[in-house]
């Protein structure tokens, strides 16, 4: 992998080119094809490459914590974070692994599934939901995960955010999907936008990084690395943008 922009140069040093500011940070990450859909057959791993595993892995490894939306954790099956010895130096003083958090209004989780069953007990799967959430799936939620109550109607991700960083988890890595991201961006919650540009066009219904409100944060591009066609952009918002 290297850096083509600001300036070019051989291989890179991951860890350190997304290394994480200062203070609280909510980051998206994303994988989009040239014609910006965010899926292949309803799924982004399609989309993906090796280059991507490896920035995917590097910014799970400097966060504190993987935030996903319900449908996104459904559909791409997701797992408790598993350690990797390249964290280590990455992750001193805090879990082996981040734990993931799971945005959820209505509490349609499987309770059942490694998520939730196989999460270490320092990096316990949290799940943020809100007061309307049925209030038998929230006990039973809180039976086998972390609960953060956010919201009356539906999840405030403002709230959310903030009691995270009460937590120590201020390091915040959105996976998506879509829809959260657009959620959190018209809430003025994205710090910064990690975005993969896949070298194919897949046309379709594929939805685009964000999938909801409108909304306008203008971002200050920090690098561009290049794999094998792939494009590996970080953006960060710009100085003067309003903060939440």
């Not at 909801?212 to 290049?226: D, N, Y």
Request: hydrophobic fraction near 45%.
């Amino acid at each position: 992998m290297r850096l083509i922009h600001p300036t070019a140069s051989g291989d890179v040093d991951l860890a350190r080119a997304y290394a994480y500011p200062d203070g609280r940070c909510v980051r998206v990450n994303m994988v989009a094809s040239a014609d910006g859909g965010t899926w292949l057959e309803g799924l982004s791993g399609g989309l993906s490459g090796k280059g991507d595993r490896r920035v995917f892995g590097v910014l799970r490894g400097l966060a504190d914590v993987v935030m996903a939306g319900a449908a996104t954790v459904r559909a791409e099956g997701y797992g408790p974070a598993r350690p990797r010895e390249s964290w280590r130096p990455l992750r001193e003083g805090r879990s082996a692994a981040p734990p993931v958090a799971v945005v959820t209004r209505r509490l349609d989780l499987d309770l059942a599934a490694p998520l939730f069953t196989e999460a270490e007990p320092d990096a316990r799967t949290i799940v943020v939901t809100c007061e309307a959430a049925p209030r038998e799936r929230r006990a039973e939620a809180a039976r086998h995960a972390e609960v953060i109550v956010a919201g009356h109607e539906r999840v405030d991700l403002a709230a959310a955010v903030e009691e995270l960083g009460r937590r120590g988890l201020e390091r915040v890595l959105c996976e998506g999907g879509p829809k959260i991201n657009a959620q959190l961006a018209a809430a003025g919650l994205v710090d910064e936008l990690c975005l993969t540009l896949s070298p194919m066009l897949v046309g379709g219904d594929a939805a685009r990084v964000l999938d909801g409100p409108a909304s306008l944060t203008r971002l200050r591009l920090v690098h561009i690395l290049e794999e094998e066609g792939f494009l590996f952009t970080r953006y960060i918002r710009s100085p003067g943008e309003p903060a939440r």
